[in-house]
C-alpha cells in the first residue's frame, strides 16, 4: 500500500503565505514525479508545480516566481511554499507522486494523490 498525506492549509489573508508538505509512504521503491494541483469550486483541477527525480521544478505560470516547490531529503517528502498568495489562490490542493511499486502485485509505476488539503485567501 503507498499513502499520500498532505497538511498545512488554512485560512490567509491576500498577500500572505503558507507552506504545504506533502509525505509519500508504504511500499514504495522509487519516486520519479511529485507535484501539486489545486481545484477551485466549480473548476477542474489543474497543476501548480511538479518537479521530478533530480530534474527541474516546472509552474504554472499563474504561480511562477510566488510559490516553489521542493523535494525534500526523506524519501517521498515534499514541500510548497506560496508567497504573496491571491485570493484567486483559493482551492483544495493536492500532492501527487508518481511512483514504483509491487502494491498490487509485481513492480510498476502508479500514481497515487492525496486527499487534499484547503487552502483559503481571504481577509
Known amino acids: 500500500q503507498v499513502q499520500v498525506v498532505e497538511s498545512g492549509g488554512g485560512l490567509v489573508q491576500p498577500g500572505g503565505s503558507l507552506r504545504l508538505s506533502c509525505a509519500a509512504s508504504g511500499s514504495i521503491f522509487n519516486i520519479n514525479r511529485m507535484g501539486w494541483y489545486r481545484q477551485a469550486p466549480g473548476k477542474q483541477r489543474e497543476l501548480v508545480a511538479a518537479i521530478p527525480s533530480g530534474g527541474q521544478a516546472n509552474y504554472a505560470d499563474s504561480v511562477k516566481g510566488r510559490f516553489t516547490i521542493a523535494r525534500g531529503n526523506a524519501k517521498g517528502s515534499m514541500s510548497l511554499q506560496m508567497n504573496s498568495l491571491k485570493p484567486e489562490g483559493t482551492a483544495v490542493y493536492y500532492c501527487?507522486?508518481?511512483?514504483?511499486?509491487?502494491?498490487?502485485?509485481?513492480?510498476?509505476?502508479?500514481?497515487?494523490w492525496g486527499q487534499g488539503t484547503q487552502v483559503t485567501v481571504s481577509s
Open positions: 501527487n507522486a508518481v511512483v514504483a511499486t509491487t502494491s498490487g502485485g509485481g513492480l510498476r509505476w502508479l500514481e497515487y
